[in-house]
């Protein structure tokens, strides 16, 4: 009986329908939805020069200046994320330690991006046990005992910063042991006296509290490149200078590039032989150049390629009550704020001693200022 369909050629190159062969699908093809995307009829291999399984490869998306500035600011998100996660995490493991009393002590305070807090920010003389000034003749290794070197008030927040320091040898009434040097609050009773009497001196409420770190301060200096301040002439010689195990500083006038040890140098020097009109007073100033020269370099490119490194070691200068995210939004809004101007409480000398008084009419001018600028 003949077949339903009839014969089949036996040579199959004489069938009489042409045959498809699906070829590999791409994912980027597969998620198209292009199902039958490659398909073509079958050809025969040319001899010695093709192969069944080699197909031609579609060519790829051309290069780009969009796409290239794409990648580029991915990688600077990621850097920056990065150095962010980096910082806030430091931070969180620095902040335990800070007495509870000095938390206790602290009036409680608004978000820094869109509100101004009052920040005092406390230098100590303790001395690191190892490293640039551990062998500083008459160091103090404690904090229990320390004086606070640096008494600075910074109003920061909301668009606004605005600082004023008080000289450490200015005269105020310490609760509980009446009327000495404003440092020697940090030495009776830590950080949360020193919180006490700065708030009565001032008729202010402190919101947060910072104590500086000095032994970590030149690493942090040096972790970001070092920075740029213009002096006068210098000619500093502290605690018998850098041969007796102390520091020394020579600088003439102009801007200087200071690494880690030179600018905490600069930020302790009072007694300058080659200015004998240097003093207490001057040295504060230092210090509040030493600041603006800090948030300076941290927003340049240099300090930029350095910026997990630098967001790793800054919390650690820094002893304080803010956690990782409060103290992200202080420097967030430190520049927004702008760099602030250097102002310095007025005080008068009291003869014969090495006292310093402000009285009540400069001090409300001072935090007056500071306030409503």
């Not at 794409?70 to 920056?80: D, F, G, P, T």
């Amino acid at each position: 009986m003949p077949s339903l369909y009839g014969s089949v050629p036996e040579d199959l190159r004489d069938r009489p329908y042409t045959l498809y062969r699906a070829r590999p699908r791409g994912l980027r093809a597969l998620l198209r939805g292009e199902e039958d995307a490659g398909l073509g009829p079958e050809r025969e291999p040319r001899p010695g020069r093709d192969r069944p399984w080699r197909r031609r490869r579609a060519p790829g998306r051309p290069l780009t200046w969009r796409r290239v500035l794409k990648w580029v600011v991915l990688a600077l998100l990621a850097w920056i994320l990065l150095s962010v996660v980096l910082f806030v995490i430091s931070a969180q493991i620095e902040r335990g330690n800070l007495p509870s009393s000095a938390d206790a002590a602290l009036t409680s305070g608004g978000n820094m991006l869109f509100s101004a807090d009052n920040v005092l920010i406390l230098g100590t003389d303790q001395r690191p046990r190892a490293g640039p000034g551990s062998k500083e003749p008459g160091s103090n290794y404690n904090d229990a005992g320390s004086r606070s070197d640096t008494i600075m008030l910074w109003r920061i927040g909301g668009g606004v910063s605005r600082r004023l320091s008080i000289p450490r040898d200015t005269l105020a009434s310490i609760p509980g042991y009446g009327r000495t040097k404003i440092n020697a609050a940090y030495a009776y009773g830590g950080p949360a006296l020193a919180i006490k009497t700065v708030e009565a001196f001032t008729g202010l409420k402190i919101n947060h509290v910072i104590i500086v770190n000095l032994g970590a301060f030149p690493p942090f200096i040096d972790a970001i490149g070092g920075i740029d301040v213009r002096t006068g002439r210098v000619c500093s010689d502290i605690s018998g200078g850098a041969r007796n195990g102390g520091f020394s500083l020579y600088l003439s006038p102009g801007v200087h590039h200071l690494n880690g040890i030179q600018a905490l140098t600069y930020a302790r020097t009072r007694e300058n032989k080659c200015n004998p009109a240097d003093n207490d007073l001057t040295r504060v100033q230092h210090q509040q150049q030493i600041l603006n020269a800090i948030k300076s370099k941290l927003l340049s490119p240099s300090t930029f390629l350095r910026l997990p490194l630098a967001s790793w070691d800054a919390p650690k200068v820094l002893r304080t009550d803010m956690g990782g995210p409060t103290l992200l939004s202080l420097f967030i809004a430190s520049e927004l704020g702008g760099s602030a101007p250097v102002h310095v409480l007025r005080v008068s000398p009291i003869p014969g001693s090495s006292d310093l008084y402000a009285s009540p009419q400069d001090v409300r001018s001072a935090v007056g200022q500071l306030v409503g600028g």
